[in-house]
């Protein structure tokens, strides 16, 4: 599965590099390079659970992340760099080559080194068939709660981080200064995915750090709405992305454990798409509820009333059963 991915997104991205001039071809590039991210994403859940012992397995995921959040925000520092102000029409084309490039030499390592299972079992390999693990996950109450969680947080970081230069606009922020404050919530998000796996792996809970990440975020969110200081919009901006993006990794893990035998691809999955789907929704409706003024403070209070909502649903979780303070895996 994440062979699929690697070649589609190695593929499509040295094709939109090599032309790049033609925005038809750019656009089929890129929405093929879309087409093979949920393989990689998806598996996250599946390469930990296979991979690594119980113990270690947020811990390994939140690593995954953050490598994710790492490749985001090279891709905002690189590309200015690469790109500049003088002549774009042809410096863009060449970052787009040095970006399929990278992704064609990354894919040749992935087939050159990666194994599919490990020599020895770290852990039980039964999993029911799709449409079985599916059904199941369908009448798992805090599964279902937890995809009521993914629908609001990440929805609600996919709209910020689309429209946070219309958001901090109308309180006098440059474009600059929106950019470095969308930089800070991914530097925020690495910083946070070392960190709360870590510390959950290491007291065996999975929900108390869940609920101090979504408490975290919601003065990180109401900062970003409000802030008129600069240096309080990075701080909020900052904190937003490392307590908000930190709950992704304990979320894919808490979801694999409480659906245990589910293929962890499939939970994975379906967390990932309740907050696609929702920050579609969620950015239309920003733009819906712009002020005249461009301000967008009333769709930002309603958002942070969301995460209060998340924050107590959160609360209603049940510790993952394959926690138990008895087991040494």
């Not at 998806?42 to 995954?64: D, Q």
């Not at 390592?109 to 693990?133: H, I, K, N």
């Not at 919530?185 to 796996?197: D, E, H, N, R, W």
Request: charged share 10%; no cysteine.
């Amino acid at each position: 599965g994440v062979g699929i991915g690697v070649v589609l997104t190695a593929g499509f991205g040295m094709a939109r590099g090599l032309l790049a001039d033609h925005y038809a071809w750019v656009l089929a590039a890129q929405i093929g390079i879309a087409v093979g991210q949920p393989f990689i994403l998806n598996a996250i859940a599946k390469v930990v659970g296979r991979w690594f012992p119980l113990r270690e397995r947020a811990t390994a995921a939140g690593l995954g992340s953050l490598a994710m959040y790492a490749g985001i925000f090279l891709g905002l520092v690189l590309t200015p760099l690469l790109v500049g102000t003088s002549r774009p029409e042809l410096t863009l084309p060449r970052a787009l080559l040095g970006y399929g490039i990278a992704s064609a030499v990354v894919g040749v390592v992935f087939f050159a080194l990666v194994r599919e299972r490990p020599a020895t079992s770290v852990g039980p390999e039964e999993r029911s068939l799709v449409l079985d693990g599916l059904k199941s996950m369908m009448r798992n109450r805090d599964f279902l709660l937890l995809l009521v969680l993914f629908f609001i947080g990440l929805g609600l970081f996919n709209a910020v981080t689309t429209w946070i230069e219309d958001i901090v606009r109308p309180r006098g922020f440059t474009i600059d200064q929106a950019g470095l404050a969308g930089g800070m919530m991914v530097v925020g998000g690495i910083v946070g995915a070392l960190v709360l796996p870590v510390l959950s792996d290491r007291a065996r809970r999975r929900v108390p750090f869940m609920v101090l990440a979504l408490a975290g975020a919601i003065p990180g969110l109401l900062g970003v709405a409000f802030a008129t200081s600069y240096a309080l919009l990075l701080v909020s901006s900052f904190a937003l992305g490392a307590f908000l993006l930190s709950s992704g990794p304990l979320g894919f893990q808490y979801g694999a454990e409480i659906t245990h035998p589910a293929p962890e691809g499939t939970s994975n999955g379906l967390l990932l798409l309740a907050g696609q789907v929702s920050g579609i929704a969620f950015i239309v409706g920003m733009d819906a509820l712009k002020a005249p003024s461009g301000s967008m403070s009333l769709s930002l209070a309603i958002l942070a009333g969301l995460l209060v909502v998340a924050l107590a649903l959160a609360t209603r979780l049940r510790e993952s059963p394959a926690l138990r303070p008895t087991e040494r895996q």
